[in-house]
């Protein structure tokens, strides 16, 4: 039985990655994982001194609606 491109493509995705890592799968900045960090848009890990992010966190946080803030507004 062949496994379906799901389970591959999911086995090949760390379950943790680096802040840098993080931004460049989202194509922002590290000062934005930061900031969605800091909001708790984006749950991490911390091993350490290193911050982590869970991957399924980062499919989560892609596919969930984000609201912009107006100016002004905390």
């Given amino acids: ?6 389970e591959t493509s999911a086995r090949k995705m760390p379950f943790l990655v680096s802040k840098r890592e993080a931004a460049a799968l989202l194509g922002v900045c590290v000062r934005s994982i930061d900031n969605y960090v800091a ?13 982590l992010i ?3 966190a980062l ?16």
């Fill in 1 to 6: 039985m062949r496994p379906s491109q799901n």
């Fill in 39 to 51: 909001a708790k848009e984006l749950p991490c890990r911390r091993l350490g001194r290193r911050v």
């Fill in 54 to 56: 869970p991957y399924a």
């Fill in 59 to 74: 499919v989560r946080f892609v596919r969930q609606d984000h609201v912009a803030k107006r100016e002004g507004e905390l």
